[in-house]
């Protein structure tokens, strides 16, 4: 059974940063996609960042590009969201989801989610 288990939410000021957490089991980690996904209220969910670790494949979306890292640490089986210079637009609940599929792409439909973890940002 494969499980994801997202921690690290917060409360933060805008231009903070937080750095979220996400414990994978059940999978090859190094060969499958990771990915943070994120949906504020009223707004539909949007993918954040993926990475496939193995192959150093990694994916962003055009809104966090250059503030946001995602990385992984394959001895532990986590990948971790470093979000620096955050802003009130960043205010979402951000899951973590995974699949089998050995690249990085939106088009992949990520069939195993782990619950959200709540980011705050205040102006």
């Known amino acids: 059974e494969v499980q994801l288990q997202a921690s690290g939410g917060g409360l933060v000021q805008a231009g903070g940063s937080l750095r979220l957490s996400c414990a994978v089991s059940?999978?090859?980690?190094?060969?499958?996609?990771i990915a943070w996904f994120r949906q504020a209220p009223g707004k539909e969910r949007e993918g954040v960042a993926c990475i496939v670790s193995d192959n150093d494949d990694t994916v962003y979306s055009d809104s966090v590009k250059s503030r946001f890292t995602i990385a992984s640490d394959n001895a532990k089986n986590t990948v971790y969201l470093q979000m620096n210079s955050l802003k009130s637009e960043d205010t979402a609940v951000y899951y973590c989801?995974?699949?089998?599929?050995?690249?990085?792409?939106?088009?992949?439909?990520?069939?195993?989610w782990g619950q959200g973890t709540l980011v705050t940002v205040s102006s």
């Open positions: 059940g999978l090859t980690f190094g060969n499958s996609a």
């Open positions: 989801a995974a699949d089998w599929a050995p690249f990085c792409s939106w088009r992949v439909k990520f069939d195993h």
